[in-house]
């Protein structure tokens, strides 16, 4: 089992170059196969769930041919079946964006249900409520959700809960639904309003993504398009923290600084120092930081994917920090692993109490999801003395080179595989 060895206590200096967006490359993936003709698509990510995507698109006929490691060109044309068996796809959360994808296109569509990073209940009522305002049927037999209409036809839709996902998988099956769709108390993430540009520069006609209201007029088809997809607003915020952290100095090209307002907001007001650019934003931290509050909300708040770097920062700022997650229940499963680190945090219900420490120490640790991964090896990169970071199979899911991009910065990390390469490791870092 791969694993990452970490000696902390380098500060992190130099540019890193940020990759484009997993989770709007999942759903622009999946709505590729609405258009009749070839899609090419660039800046895709090299991750793990990128490629689970890919592999259960393949499994339906889906032409996809890599023109370099970052670009597709996808055809739909050829699908041969409307029902993903692909067992892999359990694993990852937007398996079910192919719902609304081949609902839209096919009117008809079997995808398992979804899994993904075990980090709350994770419900997908909305987005079956909306599949059945479109005038879909809906059932959900033997791990599968099983939808098929005669026709789909615009309505309006209220969204009980902002859900990223439900607003994507509707504004998918919507785009060649008959008349007008519109969603509201919609999501508002960077990825929601690229699926929608995406959509558009396809021939779709989405308006107001961005904003809660969404309005789609659905369109008889959708054509061919190349299309960018944005950079990864969590990575590159993953990278800011650890600049913070390791009190480094680190500048993230190939940004929408926009995209990380709310991550740069918390940064400055502990005191570390940001400057920003058209598309960098550079982070620098000389002085001890200081404690805050922090609440995860829907875009534009304080994104819950960044929740757990942020706690590993803070865990390590003067004072005592509350940081209260409301997006998803089951988040703070790196707070076992850090406190085994030397941290100091107190979880009770959806806050958690940081009371920051000096330092953490080295130790054995295991990545319990994506996110808390990164946290993880963040607080490793800080530690006094070597890390073991176990199950970075997650961190992979959604994160390219991560480990490469971190050593160009500095830091001493390698994958290892085995009890020997981790010896060879501790020899040679000292
Ligand atoms: C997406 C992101 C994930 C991010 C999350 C919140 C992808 C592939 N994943 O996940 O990285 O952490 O947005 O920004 O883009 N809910 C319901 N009913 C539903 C749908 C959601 O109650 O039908 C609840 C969820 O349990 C959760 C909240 O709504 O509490 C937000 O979930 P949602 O925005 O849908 O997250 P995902 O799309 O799963």
Do not use: W
Request: aromatic letters at 4%.
């Amino acid at each position: 089992m791969e694993q990452y060895a970490i000696k902390g206590g380098n500060p992190l200096v130099g540019e890193v170059e940020i990759g484009g967006a997993k989770n709007a490359a999942l759903a622009i993936l999946a709505a590729s196969v609405m258009s009749e003709e070839t899609v090419t698509i660039e800046n895709l990510p090299d991750v793990c769930d990128i490629n689970v995507l890919i592999q259960a698109m393949e499994s339906i006929g889906v032409n996809i041919t890599r023109v370099d490691r970052h670009t597709v060109k996808i055809n739909g044309n050829h699908i041969h079946g409307l029902v993903i068996e692909d067992d892999f796809i359990k694993k990852i959360r937007a398996s079910y964006y192919l719902i609304g994808a081949l609902l839209g296109r096919y009117k008809k569509a079997e995808v398992p249900l979804p899994g993904g990073c075990n980090i709350g209940i994770r419900a997908i009522d909305q987005h079956i409520k909306g599949f059945r305002a479109l005038g879909a049927e809906v059932k959900i037999e033997h791990g599968f959700i099983i939808t098929e209409a005669t026709e789909l036809k615009g309505c309006h839709i209220y969204m009980d809960k902002v859900s990223v996902g439900a607003t994507i998988n509707v504004m998918m099956a919507a785009a060649m639904a008959d008349g007008t769709t519109v969603i509201e108390n919609a999501a508002k993430e960077p990825h929601v309003v690229d699926l929608a540009n995406f959509l558009n520069s396809m021939g779709a006609n989405v308006k107001g993504a961005g904003t809660d209201v969404v309005r789609i007029k659905g369109v008889e088809r959708l054509h061919k398009t190349t299309y960018t997809i944005i950079p990864d607003q969590i990575e590159a915020g993953t990278f800011m923290v650890a600049a913070a952290a390791t009190k480094g100095d680190i500048t993230i090209k190939n940004v929408i600084p926009k995209h990380l307002e709310s991550i740069a907001a918390k940064l400055l007001e502990i005191g570390c120092e940001i400057e920003e650019s058209d598309d960098a934003i550079r982070v620098v931290a000389t002085k001890t930081l200081s404690h805050t509050q922090l609440k995860t909300l829907p875009y534009p708040g304080f994104p819950t994917d960044m929740q757990p770097q942020m706690a590993v920062l803070l865990g390590l700022s003067t004072g005592t920090s509350i940081v209260t997650e409301s997006i998803f229940e089951n988040r703070f499963k790196y707070v076992d692993e850090l406190t085994r680190m030397g941290g100091d945090i107190n979880v009770e219900g959806n806050t958690a109490v940081i009371n920051g420490v000096a330092k953490y120490t080295g130790a054995t640790i295991s990545s319990p999801d994506l996110r808390a991964g990164a946290a993880l090896v963040i607080a490793a990169l800080t530690a006094d003395g070597i890390s073991v970071v176990e199950d970075i199979n997650y961190i992979e899911r959604g994160y390219e080179d991560f480990h490469l991009k971190l050593r160009s910065l500095g830091a001493q990390i390698e994958k290892v595989n085995n009890e020997r390469e981790l010896r060879k490791f501790r020899l040679k870092v000292g």
